[in-house]
């Protein structure tokens, strides 16, 4: 039953990954979401989810994206999420997203993570440009 649910999971993100590439946002959602309830942590479930966030914010679901990005972040003590190469994405998403609200203080503790924990990826350049803007440099 196990295998029957990461194949399902596997194939509805695959799905929906083919869709979002098609530009098709609305129709790849349900798919990620489906994807993400039969497998949520399988090797693919980050992209599942980075994709459905990416969804969120793409259609202008701002409060949707928060809230899967708040997910994103707090299943990071599972394997897949715990190494996943968009962790520090998703970070710098959020600390754009508390932006967007006037939530400088939230924004600048992501932002100096990402800088401390990814330095030399570029969302640690990134994080530090906006922190100047914040800083007013």
């Not at 969120?56 to 928060?66: M, P, Q, V």
């Amino acid at each position: 039953v196990k295998e029957v649910s990461i194949l399902a999971g596997k194939n509805l993100y695959r799905e929906g990954l083919y869709l979002y590439q098609s530009g098709k946002l609305e129709d790849a959602i349900p798919l990620f979401k489906r994807s993400l309830a039969y497998s949520a942590n399988e090797y693919f479930s980050d992209d599942a989810h980075f994709y459905l966030i990416n969804c969120y914010i793409k259609l202008n679901e701002d409060e949707h994206a928060f809230i899967e990005m708040d997910r994103f972040l707090n299943k990071s003590h599972e394997t897949h999420y715990h190494h996943s190469p968009y962790k520090d994405d998703v970070m710098l998403l959020k600390a754009k997203e508390h932006l967007k609200k006037s939530e400088m203080e939230e924004a600048t503790l992501l932002l100096k993570t990402i800088i401390s924990n990814y330095s030399g990826q570029w969302t640690s350049y990134s994080a530090k440009n906006l922190l100047k803007e914040i800083q007013g440099e």
